[in-house]
């Protein structure tokens, strides 16, 4: 199922990738145990590192930006690490893949919130 990935480097851009969201997938992707937050007004569903902050992650801005627009963490928390983002869990209680609208919207926000490369900051 569809999944973006974000990167702590603000360098790199959001991937979109096909994955299989079990457990092992998800703590590969997140370098470690995951935490699931809920991004409830946009039907989607972050995973990170929970122990990103203890294992001193590099921050991931655009992760955050989403978090405090999702009012999903306090105005002075953060997100650490890489984020994965799926869609909402369905009534099964399974997961779901992003919906084109929403790999869309998630292309708009990247075209807005990421860091040029290196080479067009010269």
Same mark, same amino acid.
């Given at each position: 199922?569809?999944? !973006? /990935?974000?990167? !702590? ?11 299989t969201p079990d457990l092992e997938t998800l703590q590969s992707l997140a370098g470690g145990d995951i935490q699931l937050v809920g991004l409830r007004p946009y039907s989607?569903?972050?995973? &990170?590192?929970? $122990?990103?902050? =203890?294992?001193? &992650?590099?921050? $991931?801005?655009?992760?955050?930006? &989403?978090?405090?627009? %999702?009012? !999903? ?9 890489? !984020?994965? /983002? =799926? ?10 893949? &992003? ?6 919207? =998630? ?5 807005? $919130? %990421? ?8």
């Open positions: 199922m569809q999944a !973006a /990935i974000i990167p !702590a480097d603000r360098t790199q851009p959001i991937r979109f990738e096909e994955i989607m569903n972050m995973y &990170l590192n929970e $122990n990103g902050k =203890l294992e001193a &992650l590099p921050a $991931n801005p655009r992760a955050t930006v &989403l978090c405090h627009w %999702s009012e !999903a963490i306090r105005a002075d928390d953060f997100i650490c690490g890489d !984020a994965i /983002i =799926l869609g909402p869990i369905d009534d099964d209680g399974e997961e779901t893949g &992003l919906r084109d609208v929403q790999v869309d919207w =998630l292309r708009r926000f990247e075209a807005e $919130n %990421s860091a040029p490369a290196a080479t067009e900051q010269q």
